[in-house]
């Protein structure tokens, strides 16, 4: 079983994709932090955002791996455990600069497909293009939405609780670009899969969302 959760940052997909995989003893693959793990490396190498060539280069020789730990998805770059460094402000920052990068999306998608599939049971994948790229024949696909405003919120609210020393107006801004950034790249832009369901989490609470993805599971289980 394939489920693909797609949707802009702060729509709630992580958090949704997580606990859905949990109670349906599926794997959680989180495409998202590939790239960040990617936009890392580049970071850390100092090297320029706009290099297209060098940051191929560097991609494919890195190792990135997806691994669960204690109930909680771990995320290693080149056999390091990089899960926090990854949601660092710079990462946000560049993340959808380096993740428009067409032939770098081809070299992640057939990654996150063979991670898919390493589960016998399937997988649960959120991101921005699984339902239209990755895996357009997933068994069911949901586009998760909610106001701008309400976005910001939930996203500065993480950074936070994580402490991460950021302003509301940083995270607003930040979320703008990656939102221009993510919807009008020539390849694999974000974009609700025309038989995705779309659910508006503006006003509901992450198990009210759950809830609703399991029933329309369950309701589309019933007519196959």
Known sequence: ?????????????????????????????????????????????????????????????TRIELKERDGKLKVYLDNKD????????QVNKWVSEVSQIKP??????????????????????????IGTVVFPDADYKFYLDADFKERVKRRFKELKENKKR??????????????????????????????AIYIDTTDMSIEEVVNRILREINRLRDTE
């Open 104 to 129: 770098l999306r081809k070299i992640m998608v057939k990654l996150q497909r063979k991670i898919a599939k390493t589960h016998k049971k399937g997988a649960v994948l959120e991101g921005r293009d």
């Open 166 to 195: 950021v302003s509301l107006k940083e995270v607003e801004q930040n979320i703008l670009k990656r939102d221009r950034i993510d919807s009008t790249r020539s390849y694999a832009p974000l974009k609700k899969a025309e038989d």
């Open 82 to 89: 990089v899960t926090e460094e990854i949601r660092q402000p």
């Open 1 to 61: 079983m394939i489920i693909a959760i797609d949707g802009p940052a702060g729509a709630g997909k992580s958090t949704v994709a997580k606990e859905i995989a949990r109670r349906l003893k599926l794997l959680y693959v989180d495409t998202g932090a590939m790239y960040r793990a990617v936009t890392l490396k580049v970071i850390q190498n100092n090297m320029d955002i706009n290099d297209e060539e060098k940051i191929l280069d560097i991609a494919k020789g």
